[in-house]
């Protein structure tokens, strides 16, 4: 069972895949996937939003999707906090003695949003019938271990910048 709390973004994406095959569940009514509901699941394309409850929280969760075959992750790019850093700077030039500690740590939990870490994979490498991997922005990966995904054709890597091995 998977609830809408433990994991909003992985619950978003798990309910647009159910949708996209016709069971037409309610996004705002329903909290909970049940273990039958799981295991229909196949694709997941699961990006952060700018709404608080959306943000991925690792992959809590992802474990349970024993017949998922496509898994996308996509974190916030980094332009994104760029353009936002440079324009609080520009808004402190015109308010003089303007606090921008609450403005950065807003953007920086934004820029933050998506964002796996190296013990985030785990959940990954157990999701045996995974045919294709997309991970992007994923800035923060610095190892990356597919041979236990012995059914995996297809990865993509993007602004993985980080990455050694």
Known sequence: ???????????????????????KL???????????QIAKVTTLNV???????????GTKGLEQFKNLEHL???GQPYYK?????????EKQKFIQNYDISS??????SEYESGQLENQDLEA??????????NLSNQRKISELDLSS????????????THLQK
């Open 1 to 23: 069972m998977l609830n809408k709390r433990d994991n909003p973004a992985l619950f978003r994406a798990a309910l647009d895949d159910l949708n996209r095959q016709g069971y």
């Open 26 to 36: 309610d996004t705002i009514m329903t909290s909970t996937l049940s273990d039958e």
């Open 47 to 57: 990006q952060p939003s700018s709404m608080s409850d959306g943000k991925l929280i």
């Open 72 to 74: 996308s992750i996509v």
């Open 81 to 89: 906090y760029a353009r936002n850093f440079k324009a609080i700077y």
């Open 103 to 108: 403005d950065l740590a807003f953007y920086q």
């Open 124 to 133: 990954i490498y157990g999701l045996e019938n995974l045919k294709s991997l």
């Open 149 to 160: 995904l012995t059914n995996l054709e297809n990865v993509t890597l993007t602004n993985a």
